[in-house]
């Protein structure tokens, strides 16, 4: 890793370069140590979720913002709630915290009515324990009570060694949930899906799962914690739960699964709101203001 910074620096001090911009807290940190190569150059610390849960890496993230944070220029978040962290916790000034959510570059084309989809509920998130997996296959059991035929999907790279895929087994429900790996093309199982579903616990910002969902008209079930509810309003575009409601969440899946009324007009609902707030074009122009006002203060 030094010798990739070693060649950034090398590369600053050969070209203009008049921003830096680093997601992920030890990129950040080694970059802030070794500010004194780059003088003229503002670093921007992007902040991809929300670091307020008492996990070691949250703790250890507040701990450096607290006492270094003066060697950063601005941040960006990519939810309100990140921000106030930031501010609240690690006494950033809040004029140097920018909010931008992630955006998409278009919305789906051809994207098939929910009702001639199969019953299929989608998650797409590496399996991990934040992202509360193994707790969600209680759900999932009560929803085959209710809906036997449903089919459930977990999309995403295995961070785990296959605790989840044991789990499923060891419920008995190796015939009704089926763990895709990482997929570099999602979009297939966006197309089938009745239901979206993201079971994390903690340690969101705004995520692009939930904005793609939203994109193919699905609507969404999840948990009304970090970022999640600056994306999804609970009944407009799908429903939120308080963390670890387990029962609501189960109720919330059937009934998007059994009401296709319901469920098309909240997925309907969603795929408007994206169009409207959540383009990647969007996200790139607020990045633009948020660079040249860095920029700016520097000069006054």
């Known amino acids: 890793m030094l010798g990739a910074f070693w060649r950034l620096i090398q590369h600053v001090h050969s070209h203009p370069v008049d921003v830096i911009y680093v997601c992920g807290a030890r990129a950040a940190l080694l970059l802030r140590l070794l500010r ?3 003088p003229s150059v503002k670093l921007v610390h992007g902040v991809r979720w929300n670091p307020d849960s008492n996990s070691r890496l949250d703790r250890f993230f507040r701990l450096v913002e607290r006492f270094m944070h ?3 220029d601005a941040w960006i978040t990519n939810s309100a709630i990140a921000k106030q962290t930031l501010v609240s916790r690690c006494g950033i000034p809040t004029e140097r915290v920018f909010v931008i959510y992630n955006g998409l570059e278009s919305l789906p084309a051809g994207v098939p009515p929910l009702s001639e989809r ?10 991990n324990p934040r992202k509360g997996h193994r707790e969600y296959l209680q ?5 085959l009570k209710a809906v036997p035929d449903a089919k459930f999907a977990f999309v995403g790279r295995d961070d785990m060694n296959g605790e989840v895929q044991q789990a499923i087994a ?21 197309r ?7 079971p994390s616990l903690w340690n969101e910002g705004c995520p692009t799962a939930i904005l793609e969902a939203m994109s193919f008209a699905i ?3 999840a948990f009304a914690m970090d970022g999640i509810p600056e994306l999804v309003e609970d009944g407009d575009h799908g429903i939120l739960l308080q963390r670890g409601d387990y029962s609501g969440m189960t109720a919330a899946i059937i009934r998007m699964l059994t009401d296709d009324g319901k469920a098309s007009k909240l997925g309907i609902r969603g795929r408007k709101r994206v169009h409207l707030h959540f383009s990647l074009e969007n996200t790139a122009a607020l990045h633009s203001v948020a660079f040249n006002k860095v920029l700016l203060s520097s000069s006054e």
């Open 118 to 127: 199969p019953l299929e509920v989608l998650t797409v998130a590496n399996l």
């Open 70 to 72: 003066p060697l950063v």
């Open 139 to 143: 759900v999932v059991r009560d929803v």
């Open 219 to 221: 609507p969404c079930v």
């Open 170 to 190: 060891e419920a008995g429900l190796s015939g009704h949930v089926s763990c895709e790996g990482f997929q570099a093309d999602v979009s297939p199982w966006f």
């Open 192 to 198: 089938r899906a009745r239901v979206f579903v993201l």
């Open 36 to 38: 004194i190569f780059l």
